[in-house]
């Protein structure tokens, strides 16, 4: 694959960044060339990330990301997604005669985790201080930034809501009766406060790493956890009309750390490629490509065929999240068994000449799936109940998230991936907290998150509602080895398609040669035929949208083959970034998503 691209694969030795913001990225290379490595420069950039998409992500959202350093090229996964609350169970939530977790307001909150992971990357793997590393954020804070025209439309769509019911969102975003206009320069003093608190509580700390475990006490078990306390007992609406408090207490702050887990493995193309744990849909995408393996070459992702291939294993690697993936306590995830190559075999022979419009997760060791009564399925005779034909079909999704009036939203996220000059790798993908999830805690400057709507009140499920348990996430960085060697981290936003948008990018890129801008730039396309993760919830049988780039031939071919072609704009599918590393060279290089006009890699 060889010819224009929007923007250079860039290349260089010093270190390089890419990430969903041209303001995050820049960020981050700056604490590169103050001095910093990788972590600090990933931090520094996840909590500007806060302020420049605060439509995608936020303090009060969540984190995952895979790590290797120059020292140790074993990947680890650092886990900032907080758990259900303890008050947050299955009676409760029926108590208020609901059926499902609201997809927007404060019931709907997970325990707060970016923040405390973030910290947590800067203590154990970073070089500078909190002071040094929140500076950016607490500039761009206090003195404003130019908002992206995203964000004025996501406060414009949620505005009714602000002004009649959660005021104290009006009061941040509604200055002068309207939202901020596209490039406004905006500034959050309450979260610049919050920030100037946070780093104050770390200077009569003695040392680096007592200092940031300050700022994390001051989080937890501080200022912010009582902020978070007082509020969500008062009572507000949430997205479904229901107006309650919400069940998250200081305590359940107190109660979280952000953790380190090892990865999930399996090779691939010569590679080694390294996701989180069941507890987010990062399995899925190994599955994927497991059974890709077992169809032969990799595919040539220009032919009605390979899309046809590639779409219709998803299908099937998505069924399986629904059944099998999860935060499960009760019983441990059989994950050796769903990326067993015999069982990915078998799924792939699942894959025929047609579009397959059900939704089909399969029996890993023997066992009987199951799927949530309410995940928008009907029974099939001789299939367990909620495993059959999907009943729900919407207009066409585009690349950008949808946010309903209700603050509802589907597709989120945003990512930033960095290496530097010692081979130090970063993939993170934060999210959560956006300005539209719950109304803003006005001693603070953000609002909590949502990522409970992706629990089921139905109990037995691995991603059943219980307090403790982390929610089943779609966030799902990437990182890659050769040999055993680091050589790639990479990510995307958006929602369910994640890894449907990263397994294109790896295709393209491991197995077909392309460079990183070469893969980001390459025609997109993604299923929806599969339950979805966000309020509410709904399948879409058949569907394969898809990026009018494709040419009209194989998107015919497709249709003709049983697909729902729904048919995008030519760069709307996908926000890819991704930094590599070349062990043998020590040559780095980085690109970035053209789509949406604000992703940017920066490096030399």
């Not at 820049?26 to 302020?51: K, P, R, S």
């Not at 970034?577 to 030399?604: F, H, I, K, W």
């Amino acid at each position: 694959m060889t010819g224009f691209t929007t923007r250079p694969t860039l290349t260089g030795t010093f270190g390089m960044v890419s990430s969903t913001h041209w303001i995050a990225s820049q960020t981050a290379m700056a604490i590169l060339e103050q001095g910093g490595n990788a972590f600090d420069a990933a931090v520094a950039g996840g909590f500007v990330l806060h302020l420049v998409e605060p439509h995608l992500n936020g303090p009060g959202g969540d984190l995952p990301a895979i790590i290797t350093t120059a020292d140790d090229p074993e990947p680890r996964v650092l886990c900032g997604q907080g758990p259900a609350p303890a008050g947050a169970t299955e009676a409760h939530f029926r108590g208020l005669g609901l059926d499902r977790v609201p997809g927007a307001g404060l019931l709907a909150a997970a325990v707060p985790g970016a923040v405390d992971a973030w910290l947590l990357l800067l203590r154990d793997h970073g070089s500078m201080s909190p002071a040094q590393v929140l500076a950016p954020a607490q500039h761009y804070a206090r003195h404003g930034h130019p908002l992206v025209p995203r964000v004025g439309a996501t406060v414009e769509a949620v505005r009714g809501r602000f002004e009649s019911d959660w005021t104290t969102s009006a009061d941040l975003w509604l200055r002068g009766g309207r939202p901020p206009g596209p490039g406004e320069l905006f500034t959050n003093p309450a979260w610049a406060d919050t920030l100037d608190r946070l780093v104050a509580a770390s200077e009569g700390a003695r040392g680096r790493e007592a200092q940031v475990d300050a700022v994390r006490a001051a989080w937890s078990q501080g200022f912010v956890a009582e902020a978070v306390d007082r509020f969500v007992a008062r009572p507000s609406r949430h997205s479904d009309g229901t107006v309650a408090p919400g069940v998250m207490t200081g305590q359940d702050l107190a109660d979280f750390s952000a953790s380190w887990e090892p990865a999930v493995l399996r090779d691939w193309q010569g590679h080694t490629i390294a996701k989180t744990g069941p507890w987010g849909q990062g399995p899925a995408l190994l599955q994927v490509l497991g059974m890709l393996d077992t169809l032969g070459d990799a595919p040539d992702l220009a032919s009605a065929e390979a899309v046809h291939a590639v779409a219709e294993a998803w299908k099937l690697a998505m069924a399986d999240r629904e059944a099998w993936l999860g935060d499960s306590g009760d019983e441990p995830v059989p994950l050796d068994d769903l990326l067993d190559p015999a069982y990915l075999a078998a799924r792939a022979g699942l894959i025929g000449a047609s579009a397959d419009r059900t939704v089909r997760p399969g029996s890993p060791g023997g066992r009987t799936p199951r799927v949530a009564a309410l995940a928008g399925l009907t029974e099939v005779a001789g299939a367990a109940p909620g495993v059959g034909e999907p009943t729900v079909v919407r207009e066409a999704p585009a690349g950008e998230p949808e946010v309903g009036s209700d603050g509802v939203t589907r597709g989120d996220t945003c990512h930033l991936d960095v290496v530097d000059r010692w081979g130090n790798l970063v993939s993170a993908t934060p999210s959560g907290g956006w300005l539209q999830s719950s109304p803003v805690i006005p001693e603070l400057g953000f609002p909590l998150g949502s990522r409970l709507q992706m629990m089921w009140l139905e109990q037995g499920l691995p991603s059943s509602l219980r307090p403790g348990r982390r929610p089943r996430t779609t966030l799902t960085p990437t990182l890659v080895l050769r040999d055993g060697v680091p050589v790639l981290a990479c990510g995307s936003p958006g929602g369910d398609q994640q890894d449907q948008w990263q397994s294109l990018f790896l295709i393209r890129h491991l197995a077909g040669g392309a460079t990183l801008q070469e893969a980001i730039d390459a025609p997109a396309f993604h299923t929806t035929s599969f339950p979805g993760s966000f309020e509410p919830r709904i399948t879409e049988p058949g569907v394969l949208v898809i990026e009018d780039r494709y040419p009209q031939a194989v998107r015919s071919e497709l249709a003709s083959r049983g697909h729902e072609v729904l048919e995008q704009g030519p760069w709307t599918l996908g926000r890819m970034c991704a930094v590599g590393r070349d062990p043998e060279t020590g040559l780095l290089s980085a690109g970035a998503n053209p789509r949406g006009m604000q992703g940017y890699a920066v490096g030399r």
